[in-house]
C-alpha cells in the first residue's frame, strides 16, 4: 500500500519538520497542536548543530530557519576565575534560535507549502483501524488517516498509547534558566558561543546576535524551581556571584526577562511505534540540553521517517526501518548529554566527535 494520509500530533520542532519532510517526499500530511498559536516556550533558545542544519536543508526549510536565527561560529570556553581556556571553530554551521522563532518558521513554511496546521487540537485519544488510525481531540473533532506521528513532545500521549508501560521522563536534577540581556555586558566580540564552568553551576552565553541582546543559559543543580521570572534569575545570580566572570554582570542587566524548568530526558522508549502509530523527536528520545542536540535530532528524526514512509509501502515496515535508522544514535546521545549535565560540562562543538 502506499500511505495517503499521514496525522501529526504535535507542531513543534519535530511534528513540523516531519510534515515538511512529509511533503517532499509526495505523502500528504497535517499537523494538529494543541497550542492556539506558535511560539510556547517564547523565552527558551536553543543551538542548531551542524546535523540539524543538515536535515533543515533536506526539507528546504534552510532559508527561512537563517532568517530568524544568528550565526554561531566558534566556541570560547572560560573557567570560573574569568580566564578563556579554549576557542574552537563549531563545525557544520551552527546557529543560535529562539524555540519560538523556529517553530513559527517552521510552521509559517508548511502552510505555505499548503499542508494544514491547526491549532488548538490537543489529543485526547487515538485508535487503530484495520484500515488506518482515528484521532480525538478535546474541541470534539475527530480525524482519520493511514497513521499517526506522535511528536507531542517528552509528555507524549502516544507513547502512552503505543505502550501503557512506558518508562516516565526522568529528571535530571536540576533546571535549566535563560535569559536575555540588552547590548554587551561581557564585552565580548561577535564571535559566537560562550561557555563557562563556573564553581557551581555551568552557563552559556552569545556574543550580541542580530537583535542587538546577549542570550545566555544557566544550568543549576538541586533546589525548588522558580515561581517567577526575578526568583529564576536570583537563582542564575546566586550560583554565579562567587566567580570572575562576566555572568553576573549579564544576569543583571536581563532584569526579568529570564525563563526556567526543571530538566528531564528519557533514556530510552521500548516501543516506538505499533502498526499505525510511530514516536518522533522528544516523544522518543528526549534529551537534556547539555549536548545541544534535541532540535537537531528531531530534524533528524524528521527526515529519517518521511524517507522511510516513502520507501516503504507497509507502514509497519517502514516504522521498523526509522527506528532501526535512528534508535541507536539518539540513545547514545541521550546517555552522552547526561553524562554532561551530570559533570556540569558541556559537548564537544562538533556532534560527530
Not at 522558580?226 to 544576569?251: F, K
Not at 521500548?270 to 502498526?275: D, M, Q
Amino acid at each position: 500500500m502506499t500511505v495517503g494520509r499521514v496525522i501529526i500530533v504535535g507542531g513543534g520542532v519535530a511534528g513540523t519538520a516531519t510534515a515538511l519532510a512529509l511533503h517532499r517526499a509526495g505523502i500528504p500530511a497535517e499537523v494538529h497542536e494543541a497550542h492556539a498559536a506558535g511560539g510556547a516556550d517564547a523565552g527558551a533558545f536553543l543551538t542548531l548543530m551542524g546535523n540539524g542544519m543538515a536535515a533543515l536543508a533536506e526539507i528546504g526549510a534552510t532559508a527561512a530557519v537563517e532568517a530568524v536565527s544568528y550565526p554561531a561560529p566558534t566556541v570560547t570556553l572560560w573557567d570560573a576565575a574569568g580566564q578563556q581556556v579554549g576557542h574552537r571553530p563549531i563545525a557544520g554551521g551552527a546557529r543560535s534560535i529562539t524555540r519560538a522563532a523556529l517553530y513559527r518558521a517552521l510552521q509559517q513554511l508548511a502552510t505555505e507549502r499548503g499542508i494544514p496546521v491547526r491549532h488548538g487540537r490537543r489529543m485526547t485519544s487515538a485508535a487503530s483501524r484495520a484500515d488506518g488510525v482515528e484521532v480525538a481531540f478535546t474541541d470534539g473533532t475527530t480525524v482519520t488517516g493511514d497513521v499517526l506521528v506522535g511528536a507531542d513532545g517528552i509528555r507524549s500521549r502516544t507513547r502512552r498509547l503505543i505502550d501503557p508501560a512506558a518508562p516516565e521522563p526522568r529528571f535530571s536534577g536540576g533546571h535549566v534558566i535563560y535569559g536575555y540581556a540588552p547590548g554587551n555586558p561581557a564585552g565580548v566580540g561577535p564571535d559566537g558561543f560562550h561557555m563557562v564552568h563556573g564553581s557551581r553551576a555551568f552557563f552559556g552565553f552569545t556574543a550580541p546576535g542580530g537583535d542587538g541582546r546577549t542570550w545566555w543559559f544557566a544550568r543549576v543543580d538541586g533546589g525548588q524551581p522558580g515561581d517567577s521570572p526575578a526568583s529564576w534569575r536570583d537563582r542564575a545570580l546566586d550560583v554565579c556571584r562567587d566567580d570572575a566572570t562576566p555572568l553576573t554582570a549579564i544576569i543583571t542587566a536581563s532584569g526579568t526577562d529570564v525563563i526556567g524548568g526543571e530538566s528531564y530526558d528519557i533514556p530510552t522508549t521500548p516501543h516506538w511505534h505499533n502498526e499505525r502509530m510511530v514516536l518522533a523527536g522528544d516523544a522518543a528520545h528526549a534529551t537534556t540540553p547539555a549536548a545541544a542536540q534535541g532540535a537537531s535530532m528531531a530534524l533528524q528524526d524528521a527526515v529519517a521517517l518521511a524517507g522511510a514512509l516513502g520507501e516503504h509501502g507497509d507502514p509497519a515496515a517502514a516504522f521498523t526501518a526509522y527506528e532501526n535508522l535512528r534508535r541507536t544514535e539518539t540513545e547514545q546521545t541521550v546517555a552522552a548529554s547526561a553524562r554532561l549535565t551530570a559533570s556540569k560540562s558541556v559537548a564537544p562543538p562538533d556532534p560527530a566527535a
